[in-house]
């Protein structure tokens, strides 16, 4: 049996977790830590990390950002595999990251969706095909409208799979108001739409002379999330250092 720290417990997805993990045979949250304190389920929930008593195998953040720095350190002190799920962090912190990943395992992933990440894939065959038969690519992505961060990190992911699969490079554009022009042919647009209780929606655009292709994916609930997070847990724990993503526990 996997055991679990989860960082960021009291939140949604920490309860999402929780709740998961009850359900799953093969894990056991043995703690929680979270500046809120909340103790709402069969296991200790601390404030901070240096109080945490139990033996772990692997870590589940899905805090805030500014929590993740003491984080890493932590983990990297003890040597303690850790699915960073929390979005939004700099570029600083993704270099904290990329060291702390020298120490111990380290998972970061955009999205922890196991559709999403299979998309990221099927992106990667697909777009250099669709670019040499003239194929323009445009991103839209819809979330809730307390989400803080645009574009989604996911959006930023599929865009990059689809670049990264380019000989020719794009450029990512976020906003046309200011200009008067034609469209590039070598730019990818990336459009965020805030409203509701949208959890996420992801739709990929190649559009040519005549026709469309669209790629979406529609989260219609958080478990998605959820699922793929404890997935990575199972996966980290007993790993060698190193920085891993979804793909990897996907292979």
């Known amino acids: 049996m996997v055991r679990i720290l989860m960082h960021g417990c009291c939140g949604r997805m920490g309860h999402m977790i929780t709740e998961l993990a009850e359900k799953d045979e093969t894990v056991k949250i043995v703690a929680g830590v979270d500046a809120r304190g909340e103790a709402y ?49 700099s570029d600083a912190q993704m270099e904290k990251l990329r060291k702390t990943a020298e120490k111990t395992a380290v998972l970061k992933s955009a999205n922890m969706s196991i559709g999403i990440n299979l998309l990221l894939n099927i992106l990667k065959e697909a777009a250099p095909k669709l670019a040499a038969a003239g194929f323009d690519c445009e991103i839209v992505e819809k979330h809730h409208n307390q989400k803080l961060d645009a574009p989604s990190g996911t959006a930023l992911a599929l865009a990059d799979a689809v670049n990264d699969s380019l000989e020719e490079k794009c450029d990512y554009v976020y906003d046309r ?75």
Request: hydrophobic fraction near 40%.
């Open 41 to 89: 389920a069969d296991y200790p929930v601390y404030h901070s990390l240096e109080e945490v008593q139990e033996e772990a195998d692997a870590v589940i953040d899905f805090s805030n950002a500014g929590a993740v720095d003491q984080l890493l350190d932590w983990c990297g002190e003890k040597n303690l595999p850790v699915a960073v799920c929390t979005t939004g962090l």
């Open 177 to 251: 108001s200011g200009r008067r022009e034609k469209r590039p042919k070598n730019e990818i647009g990336i459009s965020s739409v805030r409203a509701g209780s949208i959890v996420g929606d992801h739709d990929v655009i190649f559009a040519g002379q005549d026709e469309v292709i669209t790629f979406s994916h529609m989260a219609y609930s958080r478990a998605i999330f959820g699922k793929g997070a404890i997935a990575a847990a199972k996966y980290l724990a007993g790993k060698e250092a190193g920085l891993y993503d979804m793909q990897d526990v996907l292979a």
